[in-house]
């Protein structure tokens, strides 16, 4: 994989070329940005281009070719150090960090970075995705960061500099990474196979919201069809609530037997909720909306029915985000789901006005 083949982050890169060029590559790195735009990639690509034996390192182009670059890619390079939350785990352990039991700070990232390189000049982590640190875990890291090892970096990848401490942050030089362009997202769809037909690609890059992983999820009928039945339900204030946790939850089982793929499909519907209540906040503010037809049609209808104002609106956008992060968290689906929309529908009851037949 080449530098081409990370596309929408061009600025970035650039400046990583530069701070390298003049010396002044910082030791600490945190990449902030929504999930699947391509942070992970740049990382290791980054990380690649900083430990590959063959071509100059001020270049940060990797001839890809050489064993420290092979190994990179193969994720078993010697100096390159990779974290990340385990399948079964709602959070990185710090075991990871710092070592177990006897082994205590004698293995673990914050162990493995400190020693000599084996193969290049430098040692590189990533921690993938730091959004899953705990504190205590956030905290092992703290003196590997006020004292990094030389020719040491780390990068830390997260979806919100709110995730991450402040200890954390005011250590970490802060790179922000926007969504991919919708023309970028079309484009790789129909390169990869995922839709033959450029405008159906669009209509999927509009869904993504910037994420090309999220366009390929949305590319399944099932998903689209339920987000048209669930988003006029939500236009109503006062929605049955009941009846549609129901249909949620038959949906999300409907993923497969195991866990993951259910929770992942309940965390896209929570995303089509909170991407509503977003806009119909938006509206009620007088502020512009945007989206796609049925969104727009939806939160216009919507605004004339939702009385309760914005802060309700609001509310319901930060029920939803809690509510997805309860999902990472291995809450129990079926009651989450029936929490979750009585919150939702509870939220908009009072301001709720029927509309003249």
């Known amino acids: 994989m080449s530098w081409d083949e990370i596309q929408g982050h061009d600025a970035i890169l650039a400046n990583f070329r530069k701070a390298v060029a003049r010396e002044r590559l910082a030791s600490t790195f945190l990449f902030v940005g929504p999930p699947a735009i391509g942070k992970r990639k740049f990382a290791l690509k980054l990380a690649e281009a900083l430990l590959c034996e063959k071509s100059k390192s001020t270049d940060l182009n990797p001839c890809g070719k050489c064993e420290s670059c092979v190994q990179v890619r193969a994720h078993s390079h010697p100096d390159l150090i990779l974290v990340e939350r385990p399948a079964n785990r709602t959070r990185i352990p710090v075991e990871l960090l710092i070592g177990e039991g006897q082994n205590r700070m004698r293995e673990g990232l ?18 993938d995705d730091a959004d899953y640190l ?61 839709v033959a037909d450029l405008e159906e690609a669009r209509v999927l890059a509009e869904l993504g919201h910037g994420s090309l992983e999220r366009a390929m999820q949305v590319a399944d009928p099932e998903l689209r069809e339920f987000r048209a039945a669930l988003l006029p339900r939500l236009a109503v204030p006062d929605f049955p609530s009941v009846a549609l946790a129901k249909e949620t939850a038959d949906f999300v089982d409907r993923a497969g037997k195991e866990a993951p793929p259910r929770r992942a499909r309940l965390i896209l519907v929570m995303q089509f909720a909170a991407e509503f209540y977003e806009q119909l906040m938006r509206a009620l503010c007088g502020r512009p909306v945007s989206g796609d037809d049925l969104l727009l049609k939806q939160v216009e ?33 079926a009651t989450l789901v029936d929490a979750w929309l009585d919150d939702l529908s509870s939220a908009g009851r009072l301001g709720y006005v029927p509309l003249a037949q």
Do not use: W
């Open 110 to 127: 914050c162990h493995d970075i400190t020693l000599r390189p084996y193969r290049g000049g430098r040692k590189v982590a990533i921690i």
């Open 134 to 194: 705990n504190v205590e875990g956030a905290n092992c890291l703290l003196k590997t960061l006020e004292e990094p090892p030389p020719r040491s970096v780390m990068i830390l990848l997260s979806t919100s500099l709110q995730r991450q401490l402040p200890t954390i942050r005011s250590r970490s030089q802060i790179i922000r990474f926007s969504p991919l362009p919708n023309d970028v997202i079309a484009s790789l769809l129909v390169e990869q196979g995922v």
């Open 301 to 333: 209808r919507a605004a004339g029915r939702f009385t309760a104002g914005p802060d309700a609106a609001g509310a319901c956008l930060a029920r939803c985000i809690e509510a997805e992060q309860e999902v990472e968290m291995n809450a129990n689906l």
